[in-house]
């Protein structure tokens, strides 16, 4: 177990939502928590940083949000990152400094720490993803099993109970998702980790090794 908690997978001092993790053992807690946090966080930012674009949505002035991008609070975007053409936020998000929302992506009850790139075509919900992660073109989070059921973590061939029905991925600090990637509800994937393209994945994922097509993993030399 853990190796499935906060400490084991996130730098917390690379995301304004550190408190929000300091207060829980597994990441996935935080889950139910993010919109709140983000009214009650979002009403202390430096007005000189930070201005407000509507119904709890403060983005820092330095960020850069093209026009034609959707923004639903509540909502955070940090300083220096980057909403792209046709972006998709649906509320409950944060957006960590100098992160990267692409073209047609959709984000939804959602902590992107800093430095992460959603870039191109990917649905992230109900996921956190650690220090400059990054998934690859086309690569999704599901966050509901098709039954409707609470997700579990499977590690170690035996399921951890999360007690959440929506629960996409949490994604440890310097992972890379490859495209068109898969990540089915209740991954777990551990820092320094890269995911093969067009892969399958399910359950935990050792940090520092590789995640191949057939679910296959090699330690990183």
Not at 64 to 75: E, R, T
């Amino acid at each position: 177990m853990q190796r499935l908690t906060v400490k084991n997978l996130y730098n917390l001092n690379e995301t304004i939502a550190k408190e929000l993790f300091e207060n829980v053992t597994y990441p996935w807690e935080v889950l139910p928590l993010i919109g709140d946090f983000i009214v009650k966080l979002g009403n202390t930012l430096d007005s000189e940083k930070f201005e407000k674009r509507g119904e709890n949505i403060w983005v820092a002035k330095s960020a850069k949000i093209f026009d034609s991008a959707y923004l639903n609070g509540p909502l955070i975007i940090d300083e220096d990152a980057e909403v792209r053409h046709c972006a998709f936020i649906r509320g409950n998000a944060i957006v960590g400094k100098g992160a990267t929302v692409g073209n047609s992506t959709e984000l939804k009850n959602a902590i992107l720490f800093n430095g992460v790139q959603v870039p191109h075509y990917n649905y992230i919900g109900d996921s956190v993803l650690g220090y400059k992660a990054h998934t690859g073109a086309g690569s999704i989070t599901s966050n509901l099993k098709s039954d409707k059921s609470l997700v579990t973590v499977l590690l170690d061939g035996k399921k951890v109970e999360t007690g959440v029905k929506k629960f996409g991925a949490m994604l440890g600090d310097n992972v890379e998702v490859g495209c068109n990637s898969v990540l089915n509800p209740g991954t777990v994937i551990g820092k320094n980790t890269n995911v093969y393209p067009l892969s399958f994945v399910r359950g935990y994922v050792a940090e520092n090794s590789i995640y191949k097509r057939l679910g296959e993993i090699a330690e990183k030399y």
